[in-house]
């Protein structure tokens, strides 16, 4: 995740920088994984992504 498309895959909100209604809420946005279960990680940025993409969707921008 990152804000430059030439360096990063995902934008802040984990939606594909090439394909504006693609958003990748599970562990592929991760580029490695510690010991702890990342669970509650992966739960809280899908939350985050799905406000993201109702906020976009009401606005027309999806």
């Known amino acids: 995740m ?3 498309p030439t360096t990063s895959v995902l934008n802040r909100w984990s939606q594909a920088h090439d394909v504006p209604n693609l958003f990748v809420t599970d562990g592929a946005q991760m580029s490695s994984s510690a010991c ?6 992966y739960m809280a940025l899908t939350a985050r992504a799905c406000d993201y993409a ?9």
């Open 54 to 62: 109702v906020g976009q969707l009401r606005a027309g921008a999806l």
């Open 36 to 41: 702890q279960n990342p669970s509650l990680t």
């Open 2 to 4: 990152g804000i430059d």
